[in-house]
């Protein structure tokens, strides 16, 4: 007997037959003789249509009143569902956050977690039941509802999960694991069995949206084996654990990659200490975040400043970056949009030389130019022309053999 | 400056345009200085909408699973007109039953009031805030969510008018006061400026369903003066007070109908002590009203007993009575469906000897037979056949001045 906590997501919960489907799915792990917590998001939709109302009232909504609106969502779909578990013949109750309690920080449509009391989703489990959990939401010191922002409900499930001390945190997804890289680029990538929370933040934050960002590192926290699989499909989807040094480790577990940067270049800067934050703080300022940073000293006393922003914010970037130009005296600067990020992810890195070079040669093979490159203990980046994308994962995932076990 | 607690049905909230005349409805009277309670139902539709998709997950839905799920309607409404509150410059805040909180019994679908705690509604009304409460709700000691029953958000009005100490309790309808009765039926109706608490008990107990008796009750036993008016147009509505002894008293303040109730009679009774009882309790065992009950003493020992039931009981009503007539020994048990019940209203017949006599004659002109007759201290209430039901109602308005002020 395990203590389970499985997280089903909009599209999960999408219709009464749908929600009918989950109480099917929980039934089977009970008959089983587990114990099930499920945390339910809203059903797909709901959090727009409600949110399109909140603006017809308010042109810029009040977060607080927001927070009470949006986690009615969550409140339709645990009370549906325990109904279809009761009607199946199982014991159900619904909580919603505040109930458990869920206790939050007070930043409303993006809260913390403080707490969790199990005491409640204990006793119920102890009587046989099945503890139906609204996700995304929690309650405020003050009493007032508050909300973990978009994808809250993983989060809520793994700290749920961490709280119950749960043998297993199961999340439920439109796609049934975690693959070597995307199927719809490279039709040869395989799911992965297992993966290392470590590289499973590397490939979530390179978009591969499998889980929120927050959930992973939650669960690398609080050491929750966390499981992504199908609400549709069978199968036993993808482990991600804390690293194990017995396991035979891959080099490489897959490949990341994102569309969604743009470059940025500022040249010929006068080089002077403190030169750096000049630069880039104001950007920071800005809320851009700021992922690869180059910099290239010239000859002449100047130095080149290259960094990628997200491709929304390259206007205002832009805009900034001109102004300190002009007060720095820099010759120019100038962006590329049209620019796309590889990474190859893996723990079997760490213990292994020469992937970098051969990564390098891969794409040398291919005629594809590096523009820039950046490396972390388990992670190799490179920045590419966005044409070349597709051809570069290809060949890095057969020269890799990714599509091999 | 006045303490006013306003409450808007599910008519009055029922599209986001709606919500946004009952914001500018409330910014009129904070504009005049007065502090505002608002409590809310849910958008009209949506409770119909929720219930539709429990029955499709549960045959007969779990009582608390049902309050979870219904009580996320008022929740919406309260956080769209905080919104639209704040959208035009006022300070607004929103509060669930659970919030408040307003304590409820454990009777999940119909639970009663047991306490209201004011302190945060007089701290935010001091902060210059209108108060949005969510109507029809609570929370048990335990934590759990019920709700008060259709038409609960009457009560929660009144009930946080009385906790509060309020000046007066608004209740916004799609009528715009109590008429003298259904214009419907008399044209000539008049709107009432005022009555009492006993006069409206009875003629909303009669079917002139302004309000919900609960919530009068309630507003009678605590003093609450109550006011109903339309939230669709301007005008005084009625005010419904305790009875003033200085108050100039009609003779008769409206007349009230029912034209929803059967007649029983079994006949030939062999009449002994006990009898009214062994006849009437299991009727009242199966859980049916029971209204005007006439018993009639024969000649020959027997007697015959006449009363009345909800029309949708009467099936019921009658086989229950054909077996205890079966046991009694009774001559024949009939019915009679095409029946009305008419009744004079007024604090004034108090005083006044003679108001019967008048009727009977009012009703003898018009050559309508009086089947049944019961009396209490401000009402005289008649059985006749429904046909003339009309006939008698606008007669009896004419001839007691009722369209005169």
Request: charged share 25%.
């Amino acid at each position: 007997m395990a203590l389970i906590v499985q997280k089903y997501g909009g599209t999960s919960v999408g219709s009464l037959e749908r929600i009918q489907n989950v109480a099917k799915k929980v039934s089977k792990f009970v008959d089983e003789g587990h114990q099930v917590v499920v945390v339910l998001s809203a059903m797909s939709g709901e959090t727009n249509r409600l949110t399109e109302m909140a603006k017809t009232m308010q042109a810029r909504p009040s977060k607080r009143e927001m927070d009470m609106l949006l986690t009615t969502g969550e409140q339709v779909t645990i009370s549906l569902l325990s109904m279809a578990l009761q009607e199946k013949g199982y014991g159900a109750i619904s909580y919603t956050g505040w109930q458990i309690p869920i206790q939050t920080d007070e930043v409303h449509t993006k809260a913390r977690i403080d707490s969790i009391n199990a005491d409640k989703i204990h006793d119920q489990l102890n009587q046989g039941k099945v503890v139906v959990v609204a996700g995304f939401q929690g309650v405020t010191a003050n009493g007032d509802i508050s909300t973990l922002g978009r994808g809250g409900s993983d989060t809520t499930a793994v700290a749920l999960a961490a709280a119950l001390k749960a043998d297993e945190c199961q999340i439920y997804t439109d796609v049934d694991g975690v693959y070597t890289t995307d199927p719809r680029v490279v039709p040869e990538a395989r799911r992965l069995d297992t993966i290392t929370f470590d590289e499973m933040l590397e490939m979530a934050s390179l978009g591969a949206k499998v889980l929120q960002i927050r959930s992973v590192e939650f669960a690398s926290k609080y050491k929750v084996p966390l499981r992504v699989l199908s609400s549709l499909t069978e199968g036993g989807g993808t482990l991600i654990t804390s690293e194990d040094n017995n396991m035979e480790k891959p080099l490489i577990s897959g490949i990341a990659f994102n569309r969604d940067e743009s470059k940025l270049q500022i040249r010929g800067v006068p080089d002077k200490p403190g030169i750096a934050f000049a630069l880039l703080g104001p950007i920071a300022d800005a809320n851009i975040e700021i992922d690869m940073i180059i910099q290239n000293q010239g000859q002449d006393g100047t130095t080149d400043f290259t960094f990628t922003v997200p491709r929304g914010d390259r206007a205002h970037a832009h805009e900034i970056l001109e102004g300190i130009a002009q007060v720095l005296g820099a010759r120019e600067v100038i962006f590329d949009d049209s620019i796309a990020k590889v990474s190859l992810v893996g723990v079997g890195m760490r213990s292994h030389v020469g992937i970098a070079s051969r990564m390098f040669k891969v794409l040398a093979d291919q005629n594809i130019n590096i523009q820039m490159i950046a490396t972390t203990e388990i992670k190799i980046s490179v920045v590419i022309k966005e044409s070349e994308l597709e051809s570069a994962v290809k060949s890095l995932h057969q020269q890799f053999e990714l599509d091999k076990v």
